[in-house]
Nanobody, 125 residues
Framework: QVQLVESGGGLVQAGGSLKLSCSFIGRTFFKGYVMGWFRQAPGKEREFVAASSRTGDHSFYSDSVKGRFTISRDMAQKMVYLQMNSLKPEDTAVYYC?????????????????WGQGTQVTVSS
């Protein structure tokens, strides 16, 4: 079993930046997992934000955050980050780190079987 712990959420004004961190805690190989970030706003379904391939060589983004957010992966430290720039009020949500066993359907929550508890990101106008 893998434990994921997110941190770095908080309150920021529109146009500002925030960096989220996710710690991968487990005895399995970190590079054996696709890592993703999802978010869920009140009254909405959980949606894909970004993902990193098992090797960390490829990144994927939703259209809503492309060009503003950057996912990165530290293989040695078993950490995943989400750098969020040019934040908008509509980015307000609980952000979840997730880990999945393969690279298929990287943008679907169903592809991930390990989830963190989430960290709140609030962007004020």
């Amino acid at each position: 079993q893998v434990q994921l712990v997110e941190s770095g959420g908080g309150l920021v004004q529109a146009g500002g930046s925030l960096k989220l961190s996710c710690s991968f805690i487990g005895r399995t190989f970190f590079k054996g997992y696709v890592m993703g970030w999802f978010r869920q706003a009140p009254g909405k379904e959980r949606e894909f934000v970004a993902a990193s391939s098992r090797t960390g060589d490829h990144s994927f983004y939703s259209d809503s955050v492309k060009g503003r957010f950057t996912i990165s992966r530290d293989m040695a430290q078993k950490m995943v980050y989400l750098q969020m720039n040019s934040l908008k009020p509509e980015d307000t949500a609980v952000y979840y780190c997730a880990a999945g066993p393969d690279s298929s359907s990287y943008d679907s929550p169903l592809n991930y079987n390990n989830w963190g508890q989430g960290t709140q990101v609030t962007v004020s106008s």
